[in-house]
Nanobody, 126 residues
Framework: VQLQASGGGLVQPGDSLRLSCATT????????MGWFRQAPGNEREFVAG????????YYADVVKGRFTISRDNAKNTMYLQMDRMSPEDTAVYYC????????????????????WGQGTLVTVSS
């Protein structure tokens, strides 16, 4: 499985940005997926997760209400819509996937995901 993250860039505080994660295989039936991010000097942290059906989503508290994770299984693509962005959102964003069903509490655990994209840099600065 290959994951390709895209959509990163430089935005100003308060702006919006949408990240995409394209998969090489039919994602709809096979993968629970998630977004993580890593800021310079920090550990990789969970941002959001989504069940393979797309019907159940999970969010880190720091992004809840500002970010929205979604997926279009017909297009084999997952998205992260980021609104009301702040400089604290600056990081390299990674998408990840797991063929195994992830226990709810483990969505926040990077070790639960076997497949990772290359990362896309998001910078929020005025």
């Amino acid at each position: 499985v290959q994951l390709q993250a895209s959509g990163g860039g430089l935005v100003q505080p308060g702006d919006s940005l949408r990240l995409s994660c394209a998969t090489t295989e039919r994602a709809s039936l096979n993968y629970d997926m998630g977004w993580f991010r890593q800021a310079p000097g920090n550990e990789r942290e969970f941002v959001a997760g989504i069940r393979r059906s797309g019907g159940i989503t999970y969010y880190a508290d720091v992004v809840k209400g500002r970010f929205t994770i979604s997926r279009d299984n017909a297009k084999n693509t997952m998205y992260l819509q980021m609104d009301r962005m702040s400089p604290e959102d600056t990081a390299v964003y990674y998408c990840a996937a797991s063929t195994n069903r992830i226990i709810t509490s483990n969505f926040r655990n990077a070790g639960a995901y076997a497949y990772w994209g290359q990362g896309t840099l998001v910078t929020v600065s005025s």
